[in-house]
């Protein structure tokens, strides 16, 4: 009898076939986690924005302050105005890091426009609206948005100044629907004078 200890080539074939089995295995699991990594890093991009754009409006709106505007000589506009799409205030805090002889207050609007929030900032807040500095689009992807202003009666309004009350609200509410990730809604309480 002759002893043999090589394999033959049905045994060769099957180890062949297990390992093809285990490759593919392990890279379809690679290749699913790569997929799920590249899908959590897009997420957190996404959410990393709309948490930036809702600091930013929650910034503004937490530092508005009670100073109307001079439009024409004597002639004043509210410090605070708005209706559902546009919001339009006074805040300060404007950085002044190269010490320019300017105002550290800033005109700032918000404005819903389609699928669009656009924030727009003015030089000076004094003036007919002609020293816009800057506007700046902070998301393409809105499917509705809304804001709404807390009057000192306690009720929401669709627009401010209510009535005879030129002051500011005591909060301001918003929703921004959001594409692929839903509604955002806040409630801001101004920290501002009200009269």
């Not at 799920?36 to 997420?43: A, C, D, F, H, I």
């Not at 004094?126 to 807390?150: H, K």
């Amino acid at each position: 009898m002759t002893n043999r200890s090589g394999a033959t080539l049905i045994e060769l074939l099957i180890a062949v076939l297990v390992f093809s089995l285990i490759a593919a295995a392990g890279y379809t699991g690679v290749n699913a986690l790569s997929r799920v990594r590249s899908t959590q890093l897009g997420n957190a991009a996404s959410l990393e924005s709309i948490q930036w754009l809702v600091a930013r409006l929650d910034r503004d709106l937490f530092h508005a302050i009670n100073r109307p505007i001079r439009v024409f000589g004597s002639e004043r506009a509210a410090a605070l105005t708005g209706d559902e799409y546009l919001l339009t205030l006074t805040h300060i805090g404007n950085p002044n890091p190269l010490q320019q002889p300017r105002s550290d207050l800033q005109r700032v609007d918000w404005r819903i426009d389609g699928q669009r929030l656009i924030r727009d900032t003015r030089i000076g807040i004094d003036g007919s609206g002609t020293n816009m500095v800057s506007s700046e689009v902070l998301t393409e992807s809105l499917t509705g948005g809304v804001f709404e202003y807390l009057s000192p009666d306690g009720g929401w309004q669709g627009s401010w100044p209510a009535g005879s009350n030129s002051g500011l609200p005591l909060a301001v509410r918003y929703r921004l629907d959001l594409d692929n990730f839903g509604a955002v809604r806040r409630v801001v309480e101004l920290a501002g004078p009200r009269q």
